[in-house]
């Protein structure tokens, strides 16, 4: 079981720390990551493995968002089923 | 595989396009809480749909979070109520409306519809009770929904209950006068009735359906706007193409949050409803992707046609893209829940009649139109008549949900607030169709409904 982390927004100091923090927190083991800086906006997406994390799935989406919310940017967590189910036959 | 593109495009579409499952639906099967004893069923109905539906709610939240789409509405539709007031005679349905409401409130979905008689071809036992019950049920409720079927290809239509159903209308829209005339925008009259259908105010769960099983209602109009709104100069073969594509995506979510609903609740999946389905806000409007394909605005000449299209392409694309597709699966066109429709009303481009010839190609029909308040009952029930005889010749669903906006006149304005949204006063004809449905009796079922 995978999912993707999409972070869009103004870039600062320490985006993937954070990011990759919540990951790590829940053990959820961060398997590919492509990021761009275009000018000052900060765009990446980040596979994570959720098989085996320690706690709740929805939490993790939560600890996510607000995160998001405080660094002023958009992260958005979803299961790897819907970008799946949407874009293959 | 996953790819960059394909993750911002999803991103996007649920983001920027309003793109959402509008509905998971639970169908509860009422047949085995017929009782005699009104007050025994009632609390029958109750257990039976909160031991059902009580984890409907939060697992539809949890699908919500994990898959990063918004689930709008958890709704249940149950069997037509009046086949269970038929075993209580001389008791006023209205308790089973009651027993509903505290359900719904139980399990916190935001509708249960399936306050219902099937009529088409006569009255049976319970039926008139019923119908006669719903201006006081929709009244005394805020989350039950009603329909009453008046007419099938198979068997004509019921001009008996067209009559009544005038009344009931009337009748429901004075008695929630207070309230914006709620009451009718909570009842559909119907021709050719889906027994499967998760949309509201119209579901009811059909007899011939299991005993519990979970629908999916997909909606997107803003999804393919902006996917028409990529090509400007191409072609109508090409819009018909990419509009099928965008209807797949969107549907693989219904498909997916469906499959996965009915596995967390053990429950068998029923059906994806391919729908178009806006609503009020900016970005969610079906008239805007009629406009998107090159009319001025929605109800101008051309926009029957355009509706046909979108239909058919909505249909063609989702249906490769669900194991399971039922429902009124097409565009719908609710004036008062679609801001383009709303803005072509208050224009007076959209009219009534081109309405009423846009629902001979699109999923259902008269949907959330506002009335002036004095339109007589025989005028209502001559609009539903004409709406069930276009159900009735082209072997489709139509429908009427229309609100006499009571102490209201031409161009005034509605609101509901919410989903629901607001309307403008739209005129009806002046002259009287009172004799006309005064006759009463039956329009024959049509010549091709004899395919035997």
């Known amino acids: 079981m995978r999912a993707v982390v999409t972070v869009i927004g103004k870039d600062t100091v320490g985006i993937l720390h954070k990011v990759s923090g919540i990951c790590a927190e829940y053990n959820a083991n961060v398997m590919e990551v492509t990021q761009s800086v275009l000018q000052d906006m900060f765009a990446m997406i980040m596979l994570v493995d959720i098989s085996a994390i320690s706690r709740d799935f929805s939490e993790m989406v939560d600890r996510m968002t607000s995160l998001g919310q405080e660094l002023g940017l958009s992260i958005h967590t979803m299961h790897e089923d819907i970008f799946n189910s949407m874009h293959s036959i | ?452």
């Open chain 2, 1 to 452: 595989m996953l790819n960059v593109y394909n993750i911002l495009e999803t991103i996007r579409m649920i983001q920027d396009e309003c793109l959402d499952i509008r509905t998971i639906t639970m169908g509860i099967s009422l047949l085995d809480c017929i009782d005699t004893d009104i007050d025994r069923a009632c609390e029958k109905v109750y257990n039976k749909i909160v031991t059902k539906a009580q984890r409907l709610v939060p697992v539809g939240q949890q699908i919500e979070k994990e898959l990063g789409i918004p689930i709008i509405n958890k709704r249940i539709s149950v069997t037509p109520i009046a086949m269970l007031a038929a075993a209580c005679p001389g008791q006023n349905p209205v308790k089973f409306a009651k027993a509903l409401q505290r359900a719904a409130d139980t399990c916190g979905v935001n509708f249960i519809g399936g306050y219902s008689a099937l009529v088409h071809k006569g009255f049976s036992a319970g039926d008139i009770e019923l119908i006669r019950s719903i201006p006081e049920a929709l009244d005394v409720t805020q989350n039950i929904c009603s329909s009453v079927n008046i007419g099938s290809t198979k068997s004509g239509i019921n001009m008996d209950a067209v009559k009544l159903m005038g009344q009931i209308v009337k009748e429901s829209a004075e008695r929630t006068a207070d309230r914006d005339c709620i009451g009718p925008a909570k009842l559909v009259v119907f021709c050719n009735a889906v027994e499967d259908n998760p949309f509201m105010a119209g579901a009811f769960h059909g007899v011939g359906e299991p005993d519990c099983e979970l629908h999916v209602g997909v909606s997107g109009p803003g999804v393919v706007r902006s996917a028409l709104a990529k090509y400007p100069d191409a072609s109508l073969n090409e819009l018909a193409d990419i509009i099928k594509k965008t209807a797949f995506k969107i549907t693989r979510m219904g498909q997916l949050v469906g499959a996965r609903a009915s596995q967390e609740l053990g429950v068998p999946f029923g059906i994806v409803d391919l729908s178009l389905a806006p609503t009020p806000a900016v970005g969610d409007s079906v008239a805007h992707i009629l406009e998107e394909m090159g009319l001025e605005m929605c109800g101008t000449h051309g926009t029957t046609a355009a509706l046909a299209m979108l239909n058919d392409a909505v249909k063609k694309g989702g249906v490769m893209a669900s194991s399971n597709v039922g429902g009124l699966s097409g565009a719908f066109i609710p004036v008062s829940e679609d801001a383009g429709m709303i803005d072509a009303a208050v224009a007076g481009v959209l009219s009534l009649e081109k309405l009423e010839a846009m629902t001979a190609v699109c999923s259902v029909g008269l949907d959330m139109i506002v009335l002036p308040g004095e339109t007589s009952a025989e005028t209502i029930s001559a609009i539903i008549a004409d709406e069930a005889a276009i159900g009735m010749v082209n072997t489709k669903t139509t429908a009427v949900r229309v609100i006499p906006a009571i102490g209201k006149k031409e161009g005034e304005m509605l609101e509901f607030g919410g989903l629901l949204g607001s309307g403008p006063v739209m005129p009806v004809k002046d002259k009287s169709s009172a004799k006309f449905i005064n006759r009463g009796g039956r329009i024959p079922a049509p010549m091709h409904s004899l395919k035997n």
